[in-house]
């Protein structure tokens, strides 16, 4: 839910302070969306069931999306089994390398080999279409962000579900890459680290506003938004005057909490 990094407090507990982690369930499969402070407790959420199979595809690789991954406890079993995927990295890098460099002294005490679970990576290019698992189908596309960064849109038996975030729109003109991937989808989650009020400080930052996330749902004909990437800055009451403006703007459009449930 959150950007940039943690805020634990008392003035974020409604909304939250880790970062980005969404669980996606498509029948029987589990998909992982971001490895953020988030992704610690879903591991332990998950306890001890087993053995467990699960794909987890990163927007991208900036600290507040994989710092979760060192503390992912169903990660270091060796019973488990996971497919990492990357779709900013090519040509230049691969995911495998730059999950390494986190884990690696002086920054961080074991390596990435520590990871027991039989994982394989997976860069693709942004754009593709992937087929993780038969009749789950996920279109891709590159977003405005430094270093880059993918957009997903899930489908599954008749229902999209979108997750954009991180990206910069350029006011006055809706990025065609975004529209062409959520069309019609039930929900889009989008980076609404800003109000439109504060934009003009950040830009070159590579974040969005949740007033250009009605825009886009607008204009592309998705059911619900669900404003996300919240920026440490805002607290639990700056977020409820948030909602309550998107609430006026959109009605049904959804303020991302930590352990929210959407059902598609
Ligand atoms: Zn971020
Ligand atoms: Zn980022």
Not at 55 to 62: A, I, S, V
Not at 114 to 140: C, M, N, Q, W
Not at 209 to 221: F, I, N, P, Y
Request: hydrophobic content about 35%; aromatic content about 10%; glycine content about 10%.
């Amino acid at each position: 839910m959150r950007g940039s990094i943690p805020c634990p407090g008392p003035e974020y507990v409604r909304y939250g302070g880790n970062t980005s982690c969404l669980e996606v369930r498509c029948g029987s499969r589990l998909l992982i969306f971001d490895a953020g402070t988030g992704l610690r407790a879903f591991g332990r959420a998950l306890g001890e069931q087993g053995p467990l199979e699960a794909d987890l595809f990163f927007t991208h690789t900036h600290f507040d999306h994989i710092t979760g991954l060192p503390f992912f406890s169903p990660a270091f079993k060796r019973e488990n089994r996971f497919r990492f995927w990357a779709g900013h990295l090519l040509p230049e890098h691969r995911l495998y390398d730059v999950l390494c460099d986190l884990m690696m002294a002086p920054l961080f005490p074991v390596p990435l080999d520590v990871l027991k679970a039989d994982i394989s990576y997976v860069d693709f290019k942004p754009r593709e279409t992937l087929e993780p698992h038969p009749g789950i189908r996920i279109r891709t596309a590159p977003l405005n962000h430094p270093n880059g960064a993918t957009g997903y849109r899930i489908e599954h038996r008749g229902r999209a579900f979108c997750y954009v975030t991180d990206t910069e729109h350029v006011p006055g003109k809706m990025d065609e890459n975004i529209l062409g991937l959520i069309e019609g989808a039930d929900f889009l989650v989008y980076d609404s680290t800003y109000t439109e009020a504060e934009l003009p400080r950040f830009t070159g930052w590579g974040h969005s506003t949740w007033e250009e996330g009605v825009r886009l749902c607008d204009a592309a004909r998705v059911k619900t938004l669900v404003i996300f990437h919240h920026d440490p800055s805002h607290d639990d009451a700056f977020m409820d005057r948030v909602a309550k403006n998107a609430e006026k703007a959109r009605p049904g459009t959804l303020v991302a909490r930590e352990g929210m449930v959407l059902g598609a």
